[in-house]
């Protein structure tokens, strides 16, 4: 089997160790203070004459207003946060099927690399010809993947130094050497993706030209054919560059020059030289949607942004160099340098390029060593993976591929990019063919409340038993007892038991508490006490222990009611159990196996007293000791912060004798589980 940790982005522990401590300082400010009921503030003089009502609600909408915006903001912020930090998975086709929008195989391999947050595209987005630097010694890991801003200050520095020189200051060999030498300069941006890079590639496409033309070397490179018209090959290239942005002609000082750029212009615009077409249908249908695939990219031409409005997909360019670069709202998309004069078809595809290479070429590769842990691939396309990892640069890049066209977990073929090491790595099926994870944890913590629950000692049962003898009516009175403010008090030590089961980021889980009460109550009982839930009769009278039952059982003396002889019986428990299940979801990278901030809502049922518990939890689940946690077995440990209520119900001391509830008393706690998932 291949190792399937190596490679992974390391999570960012400053943010984790300071989301903790920021979780620890909440709760010690819960656990610490207590409410009080504070005296309504008296509005002053001042307050009254400021103005009506309408102008303090304005201002009060204003400033609400204002937090919308920036809370929006801060949002927005963080989703792109994500976005960059999301798994990137390419999706390559299989017999011209794409499958990079199937949700089964978006589900399987969310689930299969642990990561519910993972974003899915087509083959085409990883072809990066365009952004693949032209130093062929350059290594895969060493691709930069954009031209550094350094290239502009060394452009615009040789312009500077050569546009001063007159043609008569050189010998035509010295201006040959040095056509050659700026040419090689242009180099340096070698992909333009961004408007700040053409001005000055264009300045010194001007400056190249003229070199070649006072070299008097009518030759390639410097001159070239476009169409049936021998050109100045660079002096045309600048002269395409200002067809786009004419205002770039401002630049160029010497009239000369500047005349020789416009007229390659203007052959452009008045059709002397023909444009020709790039097509952006998906080769794979055949078919283009201008609106659905401008939702999905934007176009840039040589680092000009372009829509793309013909129904047919076709867009004019003028023939030479054209950069072509579709980006994405969360990263970037497919790149090609397109030299347009150096094919003979009226029509370049430009999708349908990226697809053949990698949808075709790039699969072919991979299915020849499928079970190999580091399959054999071309050179270009390791370049590709190197670059579009550096695009992304915190996100994992994998590739999938749906095997003879099936989305099942044990046939998708899957390899992750491990960037510190320059090759693809197969990613086994390490969820044993079963999309659930466990993790069975174990813990203690501490529960407070706002209400007692103290045991009724028999002076209080014999006054309830008296009132409904006396009224021959069951007395309503509950036993349970409510603190007048909201002040926490130490309830009980409750130790945990609890099995989670995790899919995607679907929180599932079963377990048991077993509390031990921490005080005694003022009847000198520290344990737990109610009725029982049936009463057997054999067992002696009023075992069930309910008032009525002393009356009805002593029967009647002139049609008076009479209390019987009743032996008082409760259900005494030292530890408290508390039976639940809980659902909730699970956030962050690792939350397919278990690891993130995560909250769930429990529901369960205590056997003594008897009350519903229904608590809210948040919390976080970290794995200790590893950096990378993956695969089914890790260590993990768990910080549980929750709060809700235990309701009397039904058969209870706590509830009074005509409802089936009693008054909620709350519940708060926090609690440190530690286990393993599995």
């Not at 949700?103 to 365009?130: E, K």
Request: with cysteine.
């Amino acid at each position: 089997s291949c190792a399937v940790g190596e490679g992974k982005a390391e999570p960012d522990t400053v943010s984790e160790a300071q989301a903790m401590w920021n979780w620890l300082v909440f709760a010690a400010g819960i656990l610490t203070s207590t409410a009080r009921a504070e005296p309504a503030p008296v509005p002053d003089a001042a307050a009254i004459a400021a103005g009506p009502v309408e102008t303090v609600e304005d201002k009060i909408e204003e400033k609400q207003s204002e937090a919308e915006i920036k809370r929006a903001a801060r949002q927005a912020e963080i989703d792109e946060a994500n976005k960059a930090k999301a798994a990137r998975v390419v999706v390559l086709p299989w017999d011209n099927e794409e499958f990079w929008e199937n949700d089964n195989l978006r589900r399987n391999v969310s689930i299969r690399i642990a990561r519910p947050d993972a974003r899915f595209y087509p083959d085409i987005d990883l072809y990066q010809a365009g952004r693949k630097e032209p130093d062929k010694s350059v290594r895969p890991v060493d691709q930069r993947a954009v031209v550094p801003d350094s290239a502009i200050d060394e452009l615009n520095s040789a312009v500077r130094e050569v546009e001063p020189i007159p043609f008569n200051a050189m010998a035509e060999q010295e201006w040959a050497l040095k056509a050659n030498e700026l040419r090689d300069l242009a180099e340096r941006i070698w992909f333009v993706d961004r408007p700040e890079l053409r001005e000055p590639l264009f300045q010194l496409y001007v400056q190249i030209g003229k070199a070649a033309e006072n070299s008097n070397a009518q030759a390639p490179p410097f001159f070239e054919y476009i169409g049936n018209y021998p050109v100045n090959y660079y002096w045309y290239l600048a002269g395409s560059m200002a067809w786009e942005t004419p205002e770039l002609l401002s630049k160029v000082t010497d009239a000369e020059l500047n005349s020789s750029v416009n007229n390659y212009r203007t052959m452009l615009e008045t059709g002397q030289i023909p444009l020709l077409k790039l097509d952006f249908t998906n080769d794979s249908e055949n078919r283009f949607d201008p609106t659905s695939f401008a939702d999905q990219y934007t176009v840039f031409f040589n680092g000009v942004e372009k829509t793309i409005t013909s129904e047919r997909g076709l867009e004019e360019r003028p023939p030479g160099r054209v950069d072509v670069y579709l980006e994405r709202d969360d990263g970037h998309s497919l790149s090609d340098r397109i030299e347009l004069d150096k094919f003979d078809e009226k029509v370049y595809f430009v999708r349908g390029v990226a697809r053949k290479k990698m949808g075709l070429s790039f699969r072919d590769q991979l299915l020849m060593f499928p079970n190999e842990c580091v399959p054999p691939v071309d050179g270009d396309i390791l370049n590709y993976l190197a670059i579009y990892q550096r695009l992304h640069p915190q996100a994992e890049i994998y590739i999938a591929i749906a095997n003879l066209g099936s989305t099942a977990s044990n046939k998708i073929l899957l390899w992750r990019w491990v960037a510190s090491q320059g090759w693809l790595t197969r990613v086994d099926d390490n969820t044993g063919g079963f999309p659930v994870r466990f993790a069975l944890l174990g813990g203690v913590g501490i529960t407070f409340s706002t209400a007692t629950y103290e045991t009724p000692n028999d002076e209080t049962l014999t006054e309830l038993a008296e009132s409904s003898a006396v009224s021959g009516t069951p007395s309503p009175t509950s036993i349970l007892t409510s603190a007048d403010n909201v002040s926490l008090v130490p309830l009980a030590f409750p130790i945990n038991i609890q099995l989670r089961g995790h899919y995607g980021r679907l929180l599932m889980m079963i377990g048991q508490q077993y509390s031990l009460r921490l005080a005694e109550d003022e009847f000198g009982d520290g344990g737990w006490s109610d009725k029982f839930q049936a009463w057997n009769a054999a067992d002696g009278p009023n075992t069930h222990y309910d008032v009525t039952d002393c009356f009805e059982q002593g029967g009647t003396v002139d049609e008076e009611p009479v209390i019987a002889d009743c032996a008082v019986v409760l259900r005494q428990r030292t530890w408290q159990r508390l039976s639940y299940t809980g659902l909730g979801v699970v956030l962050g990278r690792n939350a397919s196996i278990g690891f993130g901030y995560r909250g769930y809502i429990r529901a369960g049922w205590y056997n003594a007293p008897h009350l519903v518990d229904l608590t809210g939890h948040l919390g976080v689940a970290t794995a200790p000791f590893v950096k990378n946690p993956d695969g089914r077995v890790n260590p993990v440990v768990d910080l549980d912060f929750w709060g809700g209520a235990g309701i009397p119900f039904k058969d209870s001391l706590f509830v009074p004798q005509d409802k089936k509830l009693g008054n909620p008393g709350l519940l708060f706690g926090f609690q440190v589980l530690a286990g393993l998932t599995f």
